[in-house]
């Protein structure tokens, strides 16, 4: 380990992962780079697009504005991490998938870790608290009426509906 580089410890969607990294990686440099966790995706690079999106401690964070130090000793969750276990689609991935709001699929990580945060904390919220929760993120396809869909049934299914 030199000055440039720090020894960090993250539990990764449930894994303890002992790692390296550079001191000036971010985040999702962290993740894709030194994990090969390559569902987070980055865009801007400067947060205001979401694609970067993963929960930390349950809270969501722009993983393109963290440092991977500075998530030393977190719980991290990413878009590997939503599937069960079987390897199939989570609900609201599922949800995702027959609404037809993936489009291109760039953003759809940070758009699920987000929905994943709103979901955690408000099994059925109205298409309001929908749309709050989703305007920080951006999909350059314009996909929203899906994406909207797609939360809009999940929250319904959450709620036996």
């Known amino acids: 380990m030199s000055e440039l580089t720090r020894n960090i410890v993250l539990n990764v969607n449930g894994t303890k992962q002992e790692i390296t990294v550079p001191v ?5 440099d962290g993740l894709r780079e030194v994990l090969d966790l390559t569902g987070t995706h980055l865009g801007c690079e400067h947060g205001f697009c979401g694609a970067c999106t993963v929960l930390v401690d349950g809270r969501s964070v722009r993983s393109c504005l963290m ?3 500075q998530a030393d ?74 994406i909207l869909e797609a939360m809009k049934q999940a929250a319904l299914q959450s709620s036996g509906g």
Do not use: W
């Open 73 to 146: 000793g977190c719980s991290v969750l990413t878009i590997e991490g939503l599937a069960n276990a079987d390897g199939s689609l989570s609900p609201l991935q599922q949800a995702f998938h027959e609404q037809h709001g993936l489009q291109c699929g760039f953003c759809t990580p940070g758009f699920l870790m987000t929905a994943t945060e709103l979901f955690s904390g408000n099994s059925n919220p109205t298409e309001e608290e929908i749309k709050e929760a989703l305007s920080g993120n951006i999909c350059r396809c314009t996909g929203y009426q899906g």
């Open 24 to 28: 000036r990686y971010t985040l999702a």
């Open 67 to 69: 440092l991977a130090v």
